[in-house]
Nanobody, 124 residues
Framework: QVQLVESGGGLVQAGGSLRLSCTAS????????MGWFRQAPGKEREFVAAITWSGSITYYTDSVKGRFTISRDNANDPVYLQMNSLKPEDTAVYYCATGFVGSYYSTASRYSYWGQGTQVTVSS
């Protein structure tokens, strides 16, 4: 079993920044991807960013490219999501997830473990 805990959410004005953290505990598997997803009220959960086990490759949805950065120092460290130039449309509950997903890194159903989520609210 793997447990994920997110932190770092909050209320910020448009144009501001937040850094989310995802800490994993329990059994860890080499090759797991780490992903960030978000879900706004009344909307489906959507992919935000993902990073490979080694941290060498990252992926982003188009709407956050150039504004968000996913990172990890090594496989046993927390995964971070640095969010800059935040917009009101970024408001959502943000979840981190992990699993053997490979090329399906943007598909939520492919991830095996999820955190409880952290609220991000961007005011205009």
């Amino acid at each position: 079993q793997v447990q994920l805990v997110e932190s770092g959410g909050g209320l910020v004005q448009a144009g501001g920044s937040l850094r989310l953290s995802c800490t994993a505990s329990g059994r860890a598997f080499s090759g797991y991807y780490m992903g960030w997803f978000r879900q706004a009220p009344g909307k489906e959960r959507e992919f935000v960013a993902a990073i490979t086990w080694s941290g060498s490759i990252t992926y982003y949805t188009d709407s956050v490219k150039g504004r968000f950065t996913i990172s990890r120092d090594n496989a046993n460290d927390p995964v971070y999501l640095q969010m800059n130039s935040l917009k009101p449309e970024d408001t959502a509950v943000y979840y981190c997830a992990t699993g053997f997903v490979g090329s399906y890194y943007s598909t939520a159903s492919r991830y095996s473990y999820w955190g409880q989520g952290t609220q991000v609210t961007v005011s205009s």
